[in-house]
């Protein structure tokens, strides 16, 4: 089945910094990647997904990446705020087909902290 | 905030017990996915429903079981408890078109505790 491996699990970086996330997976066949972000006792919220035939994607400070070839994918928050400090997980998922289900294989997480 | 509720928010159970945990999908959505995440881990999936039917599980044995009812609303039903039960457990719903999953959507979990 699918592996996830999220890195770096843990992430300090200074006010105005930029931050870097990497997930690499296993299965060829994932191709739908989301990234959700969890805040201490509350529900992982989506903050940006990507399809397999889109290499990049990018919503105000937020971007994700996708290499199929490497199979790896990274988020980049620019310019961080002390808002941005949580958990940030990537996920990989088979788009459903007549075979197929769509269960997301959820990285370790990363814990973010935006300093001032 | 999404459409998504849950409940109860907080559960506490002695080992040996059975638990079960609701979700009320969101507006237009009619599949549930469940999900156990571990203190400090990423969600596990669990299993999903979609038309009322179980449409994919995870690794877990047969003492987790589920429902979808018509309204797409779903029950988590846990038996035999043991220690490492106590989780958090997410729901999430989501839109199968028939042609792809598109996005799923958490709603705030419920915390289980064994004792």
């Known amino acids: 089945g699918e592996n996830v491996e999220q890195h770096p699990s843990t992430l300090s970086v200074q006010e105005g910094d930029s931050a870097v996330i990497k997930c690499t997976y296993s299965?060829?066949?994932?191709?739908?990647f989301p990234w959700y972000k969890q805040e201490l006792g509350k529900r992982p919220q989506l903050i940006i997904d990507i399809r397999s035939n889109v290499g990049e994607k990018k919503d105000q400070r937020i971007a994700v990446t996708l290499n199929k070839t490497a199979k790896h994918f990274s988020l980049h928050i620019t310019e961080t705020q002390p808002e941005d400090s949580a958990v940030y997980f990537c996920a990989a998922s088979i788009r459903r087909r007549a075979d197929s289900w769509g269960k997301l294989q959820f990285g370790a997480g990363t814990q973010v902290v935006v300093t001032p | 905030e999404t459409g998504v509720t849950q409940s109860p928010t907080h559960l506490i159970k002695t080992r040996g017990q059975q638990v079960t945990l609701r979700c009320s999908s969101q507006s237009g959505h009619n599949t549930v996915s469940w999900y156990q995440q571990a203190l400090g881990q990423g969600p596990q999936f669990i299993f999903q429903?979609?038309?009322?039917?179980?449409?994919g599980r995870g690794n877990f044995p047969p003492r987790f079981s589920g429902l979808q009812f018509p309204n797409y609303s779903s029950e988590l039903n846990v038996n035999a408890l043991e220690l490492d039960d106590s989780a958090l457990y997410l729901c999430?719903?989501?839109?199968?078109?028939?042609?792809?999953?598109?996005?799923?959507?958490f709603g705030p979990g419920t915390r289980l505790l064994v004792l």
């Open positions: 429903y979609y038309r009322e039917e179980e449409n």
């Open positions: 299965d060829s066949a994932s191709n739908y």
């Open positions: 999430a719903s989501s839109l199968d078109s028939g042609g792809s999953q598109e996005t799923q959507y």
